[in-house]
């Protein structure tokens, strides 16, 4: 991003005295000017402690479901609460923490700041969209108390209605709810992208994180409506008996699955293209390059966004839906796979003629790449009819879709984490720490997950609390790998905490990126900017051709790209 | 200790055909997997800061590059559908000579039923070399009957019924599993599908105590429920008769012409007035929760026994 702006100075006309100017986390201390702000800023900080509780309570259930699994026989729990464990993981990890983690945390944070504009379009409607997030997790932990849920994140039923024994609707209202807190999230990134974007940002000079969080708020403002009808419907028929869904009421259970996936498969996007435009920062910043082919870039998360609208039979490929039906939805999720593999190839050519350096966050950005591509090719697999029959609900989909959400948004959020912690929160981290973590999670990922491959076409099937003995070593192999990965989550959670009160200041560009984030302080002021910036250039400003990859910024004033050149 | 599989057995016709498709797909993916590795490290290790590695005439983008890596992909991958599509057809198309079993799906059992009679549970006996049609429905839940070493799946739903078929190749005993989530002992209801020799097969299906073929017990459940009172040759109520019915196309009294299936005669049953045959008055009432699953299923059989008679007085 190529922008004039004011070097921020010491002393801003708020009468402080010089030299303690105030930024957003120091303009006001009281709990109640955290709980009431509308500062976009504030209300990603908010949102990331909430999301970071919720991912470590699903991460201990699913550390009891590894250690449950390294036997065949069940011994450390009961088969009903091994049932409410893996709920409680799926419904903490998919509901309340990774459809919110890149887009509460860091869209929040950074959507206004990466296009010159001083908060989102509707600061109170952001604020009302974490309290929603607040009652729904709070609904989710009174399910929790009431003895938990044993339906599956998926809710199916008519298991959930009409034959669960256990706190079905909290969870419900709980997913309900934190649904609207989604919505109200996307309807402001869309707003504040269409009207509040700095005097000369075009579309075609936005970051790609801006138009991977541009195409995920469709997907949040179009899709997540449907399934809270779907859930409505559902405590209708538990709480009332009107027959919606079970035979026995004349309702029929395919037509829930139909409902439930058509917002859960694009809501699979909701989590990865976040991701994605956390990665397009991140490699850039640590190659010296700009992205590789920009347009063919922005098209293909918004061509995965609407593709991804109309593949959600595949999941549904032995429920009893037509033949012909399965044939159809086979055929999109192919063509739903070719965007992304646009983006990988784009990405490994950015690293072409790069300046390469290794810092954390870089890290983190290549596990996802190597992740997200082992995901999504196995994703192919699923896609195909004559093969999902075999691999349908069985380890490989656990597989499978965890390398893409664990293995690629986990990875990208924690790389975001680390790429923007300095403009958070004015610290820096100590890096030995945080390559290791990176290392730790991308070993022990692929040390829990990958056996499950195997498990999967072997035929173990999901959900299982006991299983056949000759499963067992895979599942050892994967309970090892889970401890390690616990560890790699575990360290950024200790040092960035100590990071705060004992590192060294970072300055507002520790990795001399190019993007508006960085032309203001760190952290940076109330209303981000001290004037308007004006644009007068594409993003991914870094010095191309340079025989010894110069570490240096850019001269004050870039050569500004031609308009639109990628 | 290290003598665990990584790959399962074959034992059906079609198993070898999945499995094509399977190390195709596989091809693809390592070689997509190993080059963008490769690549990644090669670009890393050679331009890593300070290198002196040649930077110069760099590119931001290029269509035709752009294209043909949409390109190429896209044509492996059409390759994948078709080649998978086609399978799957044979997964979906039963011979027309398969045999039928039918299995019900309950928490958290399987219980089967051959037509000649014999039933058992968590168990299915078949012979190898003959296709087998399973017809399934479930009493309370969606389960999902799944037999690993067959490459088999498929959803047992309540309220309808779903079909699959297989040709077991290899005498032996695999592995059955309910692979939908259905409750408590979801993992507990499991089973094994024990292949056999054609001639210990029907040694076996003789060896019951069950006697009676389930075309029998159905027509007996058909006069018992009081069916024959009105579906019979001499009922004094004017209904359709029922001979000659399954397997053909029946016209309806408003104007639908829909084949008659397990799914027809099921509805018909428990939803009488949802498909009233053309010039019939719609009086028969409906038995929705008089009559349990099983005994719906050999009244199938039943009227299905009769399905090829003469179509007589009409």
Known sequence: MSATVEEPRGGGGDGEYRGERKNYLTDGYGILSWLLTTDHKRIGLLYMVSITIFFFVGGAAATLIRLELMTPSGDIVQAETYNKLFTLHGVAMTFFFLIPSIPAVFGNFLVPLMIGAKDLAFPKLNLLSWYLYTIGGVLAVVSLLLGGVDTGWTFYVPYSTMFSNSAVIPAAMGAFVVGFSSILTGLNFIVTIHKMRAPGMTWFRMP????????????????????????????????????IFDPALGGDPILFQHLFWFYSHPAVYIMILPGMGVISEIVTCFSRRPVFGYRFMAGAVLAIAIFGFVVWGHHMFVSGQ?????????????????PSAVKVFNWTATL???????????????????????????????????????????????????YIMVGATVMAYLGAVHFWWPKMTGKMYPELWGKLSALLVFVGFNLTFFPQFVLGYLGM????????????????????????LAVGYLLPLIYLTISLWFERDAGPNPWDASGLE???????PKFNFDETPVVTGGPYVYPLGEPEGQDERLPVEPQPLPAGRS | MWDFPLFPEQASTLAGWVDGVFFYGLGISVFFTTLICFLVIFFAVKYRRGSRADRSNPVTHNTTIEVLWIGIPLMLALVLFFASTFVYYHLI????DSSEIYVLGKQWMWEIQHPEGR????????AVGRPVRLTMTSQDVIHSFYIPAFRVKQDVVPGRYTSMWFQPTKPGTYHLFCAEYCGTLHSGMI??????????????LQSGTERESMAAEGERLFRQYGCSGCHGRNASVRAPLLDGVYGHSVALSDGRVVKADERYIRDSILLPGSQVVAGYDPVMPTFEGHINEGDLLKIIAYIKSIGNTERAGR
């Open chain 1, 322 to 338: 037509s033949m012909y039906g399965g044939m159809v939805f086979s055929f999109l999720s192919f063509v739903v796979a070719i």
């Open chain 1, 352 to 402: 072409y003629k790069g300046s390469f350096s290794f810092d954390t966050p870089m890290l983190y950005a290549l596990g996802f790449i190597g992740l997200f591509t082992i995901g999504g090719l196995t994703g192919l697999f699923l896609a195909s009819l004559a093969t999902d029959v075999h691999m349908h609900d069985t380890y490989f989909v656990v597989a499978h879709f965890h």
């Open chain 2, 93 to 96: 198309q039963y011979p027309a």
């Open chain 2, 191 to 204: 089973g094994k599908i024990v292949v056999m020799e054609p001639a210990e097969y029907e040694a076996w």
């Open chain 1, 461 to 484: 099937p999901r959900r299982y609390y006991q299983y056949p003995p000759e499963f067992q070593v895979l599942n050892v192999m994967s309970t090892a790998g889970a401890s390690i």
């Open chain 2, 119 to 126: 039933r058992e549970i968590n168990t299915l006996h078949v």
């Open chain 1, 518 to 524: 960085w032309e203001t302080t760190s952290p940076p």
């Open chain 1, 208 to 243: 790609l994180f801006i138009w991977a969080h541009y195409a995920t708020s469709l997907i949040m403002i179009l899709g997540t409506p449907v399934v809270s009808i779907t859930l409505l419907l559902l405590a209708l028929e538990r709480v009332f008996r009107v027959g």
